[in-house]
T-cell receptor
């Protein structure tokens, strides 16, 4: 069982919808991440929060908006997505950013229609 | 040159075989190295960290070669359940963990 919990597991949304992905960890980790993964490709870093502050945004389009309400929670707000945004969205946490191992949630499989 | 490079495979080996994967990295200042395994349509799971002196966990052995800037993963006595994609992860120039492209392993009965 994963110690990083993501909801929902699956999400289908239209291009005009607004939805949010949620992630929670209770391991006391101070870094949290969003990754996007397409089929047969490695995870691609989107955002890093370190001590609840956004420290890295890998030039992600503004239709993706991250939020870190507290040290245990991470959200990804989605608005006006494109079909090419369909992918597996993975949340991860680590003790600190940069050099400690990542612990992934089960992911949200997103389909944009 | 990519920061982290892996042979994508696929590697198809019979049960009981020994198989090894390499992963090269470009940043000589890298300090943190990991191997992850990812099953189809699942999240990556940490398999093992890689330490300077090399480390072993059951049938799995990880090694680091700083001079040639690569890490390796050796799997002995392969099982059907070892079939997965193996991802190496290295801290890169931006002090963030960087994934290799993954090596696909299929263990055949």
């Amino acid at each position: 069982d994963t110690e990083v919990t993501q909801t929902p597991k699956h999400l289908v949304m239209g291009m005009t919808n607004k939805k949010s992905l949620k992630c929670e960890q209770h391991m006391g980790h101070r870094a949290m991440y969003w990754y996007k993964q397409k089929a047969k490709k490695p995870p691609e870093l989107m955002f890093v929060y370190s001590y609840e502050k956004l420290s890295i945004n890998e030039s992600v389009p503004s239709r993706f908006s991250p939020e870190c309400p507290n040290s245990s929670l991470l959200n990804l707000h989605l608005h006006a997505l494109q079909p090419e945004d369909s992918a597996l969205y993975l949340c991860a946490s680590s003790q600190v950013a940069g050099n400690s191992p990542l612990h992934f949630g089960n992911g949200t499989r997103l389909t944009v229609t | 040159r990519k920061e982290v490079e892996q042979d994508p495979g696929p590697f198809n080996v019979p049960e009981g075989a020994t198989v090894a994967f390499n992963c090269t990295y470009s940043n000589s200042a890298s300090q943190s190295f990991f191997w992850y395994r990812q099953d189809c349509r699942k999240e990556p799971k940490l398999l093992m960290s890689v330490y300077s002196s090399g480390n072993e966990d059951g049938r799995f052995t990880a090694q680091l070669n700083r001079a040639s800037q690569y890490i390796s993963l050796l799997i002995r006595d392969s099982k059907l359940s070892d079939s997965a994609t193996y991802l190496c992860v290295v801290d890169g120039s931006a002090r963030q963990l960087t994934f290799g492209s993954g090596t696909q392993l299929t263990v055949l009965p």
